[in-house]
């Protein structure tokens, strides 16, 4: 198990690795700032809904960037640029929180950075989608997430110990700025490598046909299909109950967690999503993205069920290990089943409709819960998980899963391209919860008449109208 494992691992392109790298790196950086922001935000004269206003907002912004990059990629733009800017920019504004004077200047400064992930997200999932096969896609996205985790786990530690060794919270999100510019300067190494390897190498072969590293001159634009749409949907509807992590941290220091242990608690989270993310993503090519995520937003509403009825920090702290398991099953589980639904014309434009929507619903959603919170904290987290529950139940009796569609889209390639022009019938199947395409076996032609001879047929007198033999 653990050989097929590493086989499997080693046998990822270089590209997944490298901007696994820059997102570590780019994490560190972010992580040390972010489990400072409930703090700095209280001490600017801000609140529950503050935070919740600061993180909906900044979200809002960057989905309203992902909705156009996907959609530019998809029309010939070119990736690269897009992940250099969006990293670069994000380093260059994290540092400037230190100089925040007021609560909405720190939400200015966090919507600047989200900008930074709108830019991103959507060209590097799309480079990484392009560069494995369709039975890879949720290990890439697994090992990708996973690094990233792991320079979650590096920030939250430096901020950490800087703050035990006496630094202010002011110099500590000063320093932020080196891990930033560092992601930035590998990420145009790994860019310009990238694109350098594409013309020769060409990508793995899809099972349509065809290279995964797909150029806008080879495949065309295409509309997401009906599949992709619905679960964008059921997606919104679960991120209306996905409210900030920095919401946990803000309740355990409502609890009586000191400041300089906010950073480690993180870390401690972080870790938690670090070590399972890879086995996330080997479990969602195994069981199929569906089912792993059916499974990690119910494990999300017991998680926030749990959080209502914790009694201490330290409760809440080791929850963070079940929280863990819902980032193992769903973060890739949900670009894997994206980029299962939609052609490769459509793929980046899944990606940033993802994003987008995702990001779009945690405005209300940090909105909601901040005001909630601000009246009754455990009535907040009984909210959230009463709708990640209902999302779970309209996942599993509305959308496709990917292995259905795959074989829809080929019985009717198959189906048109034979003399018949209609759509094959439709039957149920167990592993999916829509009809899976059956194709129709041809008729066989009726045999010939058999002649009958002059001297073997009936003669009039002898037989009856009805074809029994008269009485004589």
């Known amino acids: ?53 600061m993180e909906g907002l900044a979200e809002a912004t960057s989905a309203a960037i992902k909705v156009g990059t996907g959609a530019a990629v998809d029309r010939g733009a070119r990736p690269a ?4 800017i969006g990293y670069g920019l994000a380093a260059i504004v994290r540092p400037l929180y230190a100089l925040a004077g007021a609560p909405w200047h720190a939400a200015a400064l966090r919507s600047a950075d ?3 992930k709108g830019l991103r997200s959507a060209p590097r999932d799309g480079l990484i989608a392009a560069a494995v096969e369709r039975g890879q896609r949720g290990l890439a996205f697994g090992v ?30 000063l320093a932020s700025i080196v891990p930033g510019v560092l992601s930035t300067v590998v990420a145009i190494a790994v860019t310009r490598r990238a694109a350098a390897d594409a013309p020769r190498q060409g990508g793995p072969a899809e099972p349509g046909g065809g290279s995964a590293e797909a150029t806008a001159a080879e495949v065309r634009p295409a509309p997401l299909p009906p599949a992709a749409k619905r679960l964008l949907i059921v997606i919104g509807v ?79 702290w080791l929850l963070f290990l079940l929280y863990g398991v819902f980032y193992e099953l769903t973060e890739e589980a949900e670009k894997a089943f994206i980029a299962g639904v939609c052609p490769p014309g459509a793929r980046s434009k899944g990606f940033g409709a993802l994003a987008a ?51 829809a889209r080929d019985a009717w390639r198959g189906c048109s391209g034979s003399s018949a022009a209609r759509a094959p019938p439709l039957r149920p199947t167990r592993s999916c919860s829509r009809p899976a395409p059956l194709p129709r076996a041809p008729r066989a032609p009726p045999p010939p008449p058999r002649p009958i001879s002059r001297s073997s047929a009936p003669s009039r007198s002898t037989c009856a109208p009805n074809g029994s033999r008269a009485r004589s």
């Open 1 to 53: 198990m653990w050989q097929d494992a590493l086989r499997r691992l080693k046998g990822l392109p270089p590209v997944v690795w490298g901007l696994g790298l820059v997102s570590l790196l780019t994490d560190a950086a972010s992580d040390m700032v972010v489990p400072l922001l409930p703090a700095l935000m209280a001490g600017l004269g801000g609140g529950a809904l503050a935070l919740g206003v």
């Open 81 to 84: 640029r897009l992940v250099v």
């Open 114 to 116: 989200r900008v930074g």
């Open 144 to 173: 990708h997430r996973s690094m990233d985790n792991l320079g979650a786990v590096l920030g939250g530690g430096l901020a950490f110990v800087l703050l035990g060794l006496g630094l202010s919270l002011e110099q500590v999100l």
């Open 238 to 316: 679960f991120s209306l109950s996905a409210s900030a992590d920095t919401f946990l941290l803000a309740h355990l220091a409502r609890q009586g967690l000191a400041l300089q242990w906010l950073p480690l608690a993180w870390v401690c989270l972080q870790l938690a999503k670090a070590a399972l993310n890879v086995p996330g993503g080997a479990i969602a090519d195994r069981v199929g993205p569906k089912r792993a995520l059916v499974l990690g937003w119910v494990t999300y509403a017991l998680t926030y069920a749990a959080f209502a009825l914790s009694p201490s920090p330290w409760v809440m």
């Open 357 to 407: 929507i995702t990001g779009a619903a945690l405005l209300p959603a940090n909105v909601l819960f901040g005001a909630v919170y601000d009246v009754s904290a455990a009535t907040a987290f009984w909210l959230t998980a009463a709708l990640a529950l209902a999302a779970a139940m309209l996942v599993a009796t509305l959308v496709p899963s990917p292995a259905c569609q795959a074989r």
